[in-house]
């Protein structure tokens, strides 16, 4: 079972960058396919960006392309979310979250998705 702690949220100004981490705990973190979910007020959990399990294929929302980064160290057991050119459209919790071992990814849906973080807030302001 994969368990997952997200850090990095916080508030920036409109242009800015924040960097989200998302730290998975056991030896086996390494073969989950791993998304950064969000969910704004009001609005359904989508994901933002995934990644598969070994990290050599990636999937982006059309509204954070060319501005989100997923990537992730498997030695490290770590997943991070490089996102620059913050919009306030951008504001949300953001969900670490990891799908079932094995399968390969990225996941785009959140019903594909098995274990979650507890989310970090991210405010973007105007």
């Known amino acids: 079972q994969a368990q997952m702690v997200e850090s990095g949220g916080g508030l920036v100004q409109a242009g800015g960058s924040l960097r989200l981490s998302c730290a998975g705990t056991?030896?086996?973190?390494?073969?989950?396919?791993v998304g950064w979910l969000r969910q704004a007020p009001g609005n359904e959990r989508a994901v933002a960006a995934a990644?598969?399990?070994?990290?050599?294929?990636?999937y982006y929302e059309d509204s954070v392309k060319g501005r989100f980064t997923i990537s992730r160290d498997n030695a490290n057991n770590a997943v991070y979310l490089q996102m620059d050119n913050l919009k306030p459209g951008d504001t949300a919790v953001y969900y670490c979250a990891a799908g079932p071992a094995g399968r390969r990814g990225p996941l785009r849906r959140p019903s594909e998705y098995d274990y979650w973080g507890q989310g970090t807030q991210v405010t973007v302001s105007s």
């Open positions: 990644i598969s399990w070994r990290g050599d294929t990636t």
């Open positions: 056991g030896r086996t973190f390494s073969i989950y396919p």
